[in-house]
């Protein structure tokens, strides 16, 4: 097992990593920069290093940085938490070379999950349902449209090395698709340095349904059931629940069976999750991997009781998994809390907390760096917590997020709490009957 673990990434999945290592024993290093000085993760861990000023290109994503701060203090193994370089094949590889162990995937799985194009060719060789498109990326518009053609309109056109929404495009006929083109190359080119596209048909109000896997160093991989994503605006997840209301025992069985199968097909070594887009005829489709372990990580937790952060570690550390497979236990939700104002199009409102209660009770839980005088600075990512619940069954999950939702008070900035207080009171969600486009017909008055 590990002495020493550097956590290459801030807030609350620092501070959360930090937790389990405590659990295991294991001393921790956290990493800031200058504008994380006074963040709980900083406080909290063994050690502390200032890895540089507030952009990220200058701290978190600064790999000379990071080996140096991980090599001074002793530390033999650095993990990425998510977001920042936790899917960088280049920081795994670099990682190898200096005999730190990288909790998380290899460079040869990130680049085969990473890359989309090269990730669904991969599924589609595994015998992944994947949705209908281009084999590999677009040459020209003049190939798209002959693709579009065979495939039927609506398209989508996706960046290959594309995350957050950027980079896509929905078209929904040849006159559209040039600008589309332009507009999503550009974009991606800017926010990824690749500006490869590729194309896809363009599922119509879909769930967004992923699967939790872990795989070990001996080649077992297991699922841990799936998480429904689909309340989310502009690509980004808000709310995030287990089991899927939308799911059935054989759906699961079917799409278990499949995400494990495109695990194994590149003999992957860690936590991950695999996602899809499911149609209203519960057929589903291979969307992309994240080689990493993602925001939403406690609503698997509390349905089925498993650390996942702990799993992870003892995965990179060489100790086999269970193999088997895990099913829902309870229901859990949870609720991203932003520095946003929902009333003024999820404005970021970056600022001091003034004031802060977090609420608490059975089957409450909160994931959180900041306090009370703490200032929410403007680099990086809005969410400042993450409210979860769980109950025996999802009404009782709802009613319990209400009752948590109204106890948070944040003040001092605007947040998303007043949106998640209005989402709990309507119908069509109460009654699990959405899809990724319920936003899109959401009435913000009663937020």
């Known amino acids: 097992m590990f002495k020493k673990i550097l956590i290459?990434?801030?807030?609350?999945?620092?501070?959360?990593?930090?937790?389990?290592?405590?659990?295991?024993?294991?001393?921790?290093?956290?990493?800031?920069s200058t504008a994380d000085k006074e963040s709980l993760h900083v406080k909290f861990a063994d050690e502390a290093v200032c890895i540089g000023p507030p952009a990220s290109a200058l701290s978190y994503l600064s790999m000379p940085n990071l080996i140096a701060a991980a090599e001074i203090t002793n530390?033999?193994?650095?993990?990425?938490?998510?977001?920042?370089?936790?899917?960088?094949?280049?920081?795994?590889?670099i990682c190898q070379e200096n005999g730190i162990k990288f909790i998380g995937a290899s460079p040869e799985m990130i680049n085969q999950m990473g890359d989309k194009a090269t990730a669904k060719a991969t599924m589609i060789k595994a015998g992944v349902p994947c949705i209908p498109g281009s084999v590999g990326l677009l040459d020209s518009v003049e190939q798209g449209k002959k693709i579009a053609a065979k495939i039927k309109y609506p398209?989508?056109?996706?960046?290959?090395?594309?995350?957050?929404?950027?980079g896509m495009r929905i078209i929904h006929g040849d006159d559209e698709?040039?600008?589309?083109?332009?507009?999503?190359?550009?974009?991606?080119?800017?926010?990824?340095?690749?500006?490869g596209m590729y194309l896809e048909k363009y599922v119509v109000e879909p769930h967004h349904i992923e699967v939790q896997l872990v795989g070990d160093q001996f080649g077992h991989v297991c699922h841990l059931s799936e998480r429904d994503c689909s309340i989310q605006r502009r690509h980004q997840k808000l709310v995030e629940e287990a089991p899927s209301p939308f799911m059935t025992d054989e759906l699961r069985e079917k799409m278990g069976a499949a995400a494990i199968a495109g695990a194994a097909a590149i003999g992957y070594e860690g936590v991950g999750t695999i996602e899809f887009l499911v149609d209203k005829n519960r057929d589903f489709y291979f969307m992309?991997?994240?080689?990493?372990?993602?925001?939403?990580?406690?609503v698997t937790e509390e349905i089925i009781n498993y650390d996942l952060i702990k799993e992870q570690i003892k995965v990179a550390a060489g100790i086999p998994i269970s193999g088997k497979n895990y099913y829902p236990k309870m229901h859990a939700m949870e609720c991203r809390i932003n520095a946003e104002d929902p009333r003024n199009n999820f404005r970021p409102a970056p600022g001091r907390i003034t004031t802060l209660h977090i609420p608490g009770g059975h089957g409450v839980r909160v994931d959180t760096h900041v306090y009370a005088g703490y200032q929410i600075p403007p680099n990086y990512d809005s969410m400042i917590a993450k409210l979860i619940t769980v109950a025996q069954t999802r009404e009782e999950c709802i009613v319990k997020m209400k009752r948590a939702l109204s106890e948070f008070v944040v003040e001092g900035v605007k947040t998303t709490i007043p949106f998640h207080l209005a989402l709990m009171d309507n119908e069509q969600f109460k009654e699990g009957h959405f899809t990724t486009a319920f936003l899109e017909t959401f009435d913000f008055s009663t937020v």
């Open 155 to 166: 398209v989508i056109l996706k960046a290959t090395a594309g995350g957050g929404g950027r």
């Open 75 to 93: 530390a033999d193994a650095i993990h990425p938490g998510y977001g920042f370089l936790s899917e960088n094949a280049e920081f795994s590889r």
């Open 177 to 195: 698709f040039q600008k589309a083109w332009d507009d999503a190359r550009t974009e991606s080119k800017a926010a990824f340095g690749n500006d």
């Open 8 to 32: 290459a990434n801030r807030g609350e999945i620092a501070l959360r990593i930090i937790r389990t290592c405590k659990e295991m024993g294991i001393k921790t290093v956290a990493v800031y």
């Open 288 to 298: 992309e991997m994240n080689t990493r372990i993602q925001v939403e990580h406690p």
